[in-house]
């Protein structure tokens, strides 16, 4: 509650746009963070692919905007249902085959690589130039010259998104998937269908997912198949939930603020040199996975419990 | 008539027969035993019977239903569910968590779902222990803890793989009492066991199962003092000494 109002009124008191920026990619960072985090997090199965489910999300709205010269807001709706449809479609291939762990990660890695490949080579997806979607402000077009705008816009979905895995893990499906990630012969012992619900959190993961894309070109009104499918895109999906939490509401967020702060503070310290952020966070990653398994979040409930 | 008619069952692995023709039968309200050497076929069996190895050959009825073959989750819901000879708990779940995932096969909503997990817990004598993550359990607990959330699906058939070995005698004693009040509440039960003495005081009717097939079949005395077993048991030489 307290962090709704804070990002609530966030903006009235940032003065410049570096910081509004700061923020707004902050939360789209925590917004893919979560659609990680309900599949590979709670679930156990772990994505090294999410890239797929952003990538069809910001693609096929651009596709739709610019070769069908369908709205924003129709386009973006088509988006996210073509993301929980690749969801849908990964997860049936893979759960149907009983591929877990590493096995898993690898088809969804496998996934999302072969699509990078193919809007790459195709020119209605832009083939090597990428879609650009035409610049023309206004709410109907889900674009605003006022960068505030956009900052409530990706406020608005990300607090949806965090509001869903709420009741997610405070209802039977959210049990389920604890218990599938905790054991899944066991799981299916005590009568859960695990294929339905692994399915049912791949698609949840993918739609959520994609509407991350969505904003992602409703902001950039740019993808090419490297932003989009690319692996980069994989494992921001990914390092948010582990470093803040997986498994937890706000694991993401925290994550993603973790390593916005650090990505600031590295190129600050040491220069915006190409990659010198992603050696940080690599160490980072390293440190919390040998010192804090369960992330940031895991070191405030100790914390709460050694001060109580 | 039989809650659980298992009939000839078959099932290799590779070149290994593992169970060989097996047949076995549960009668309702009854605690049945199903003994035997290590390496017996038992697990194998079980497994079998609660759909997590399809049989080579064979047929099992559940409930007056055709269930050979049928997906585990399937089989659970009509009422039969299994507990693992090796735990397997939901080990960063909390005690009372874990039992509600049991629960949770009747009961849609979450807090009713916890809330019932109290009185299971309550049942098998681990109220003290709810709100421990699973993973920190001694083995004794564990094994509850197996019983508790196969307990909590409200099952009419449970199969209970060992939930007695590795315990002290006194918590033996325990569980035996447990096991007991869950029979009086009219819940079948098959169960493989090593304990003999605890098989013996808690069975209504055993089976020996030797190297993959059924050897005898009978009541606690008549098993004891059977030749055949002995000898499964104790080696041919044995016997004839």
């Not at chain 1, 692919?49 to 952003?54: N, S």
């Amino acid at each position: 509650m307290l962090l709704f109002v804070f990002f609530l009124v966030l903006p009235l008191f940032i003065g410049s746009r570096f910081w509004l920026g700061f923020w707004t990619t902050t939360l789209f960072f925590a917004l893919l963070g979560q659609s990680w985090n309900i599949l590979g997090g709670y679930g156990g199965q772990v994505s090294f692919g999410h890239a797929v489910f952003f990538g069809t999300g910001a693609y096929v709205s651009a596709v739709l905007q610019v070769r069908f010269g369908l709205d924003a807001w129709t386009s973006a709706a088509l988006a996210v249902a073509a993301g929980a449809l690749v969801g849908a479609f990964v997860g049936a291939l893979s759960f149907r085959y009983g591929l877990r762990g590493s096995y898993f990660a690898l088809v969804t890695l496998a996934f999302a690589e072969v699509f990078r490949v193919l809007v790459n080579a195709w020119d209605f997806t832009g083939s090597g130039f990428g879609m650009l979607v035409p610049m023309k402000p206004g709410a109907a077009n889900l674009q605003f010259a006022d960068r505030t705008w956009f900052y409530y816009m990706i406020f608005v979905l990300a607090v949806l998104a965090y509001a869903i895995t709420w009741r997610v893990e405070r209802s039977r499906f959210g049990a389920y998937l604890l218990a599938i990630r905790e054991n899944e012969d066991a799981a299916r012992a005590l009568g859960i269908d695990a294929f339905r619900i692994k399915l049912a959190a791949i698609t949840l993961s993918g739609a959520m997912a994609a509407v991350a894309g969505v904003f992602y070109i409703q902001y950039y009104l740019f993808v090419d198949s490297h932003l989009g499918y690319g692996p980069a895109m994989s494992v921001n999906a990914l390092l948010a939930p582990l470093i803040g939490g997986a498994g937890t509401v706000l694991g993401p967020l925290i994550g993603a603020v973790a390593l916005g702060a650090l990505a600031e503070l590295t190129s600050l310290l040491l220069g915006k040199e190409p990659g010198v952020n992603l050696l940080a966070f690599g160490v980072l990653l390293l440190v919390i996975l040998r010192f804090l398994p369960n992330g940031l979040m895991g070191l405030l409930k100790r914390a709460q419990r050694g001060s109580s | 008539m039989a809650v659980l008619e298992a009939r000839g069952i078959v099932r290799r692995f590779g070149g290994l027969l593992a169970v060989s023709d097996a047949s076995l039968e549960a009668q309702p309200g009854r605690i049945t035993a199903l003994i035997g050497p290590n390496g017996a076929g038992k697990t194998t069996l079980f497994a079998i019977v609660a759909g997590f190895l399809k049989p080579d050959g064979g047929s099992v009825r559940f409930d007056g239903r055709e269930t050979t073959g049928m997906a585990p989750h399937r089989i659970c819901r009509l009422g039969l569910v299994r507990t693992f000879q090796i735990v397997q708990p939901f080990g960063a779940l909390s005690v009372r968590e874990n039992i509600a995932v049991g629960a949770h096969l009747h009961e849609r909503r979450r807090a009713r779902a916890l809330e019932e997990a109290e009185g299971i817990a309550r049942q098998v004598g681990m109220e003290a222990q709810l709100d421990r993550p699973a993973e920190g359990l001694t083995i004794a607990g564990r094994k509850r803890l197996e019983l508790a959330r196969a307990l909590a699906t409200r099952p009419k058939l449970l199969l209970l793989d060992e939930v007695m070995a590795g315990l002290t005698p006194t918590e033996v004693g325990e569980i035996v009492a447990v096991i007991k009040r869950i029979r009086d509440s009219g819940v079948t039960i098959l169960l493989i066991e090593h304990a003999m003495q605890a098989v013996m005081s808690l069975s209504d009717d055993i089976y020996v199962l030797n190297q993959g097939r059924i050897i005898a079949h009978g009541a606690p005395r008549d098993i004891a003092s059977n030749p055949q077993v002995v000898e499964a048991y104790l080696g041919s030489r044995a016997v004839h000494a």
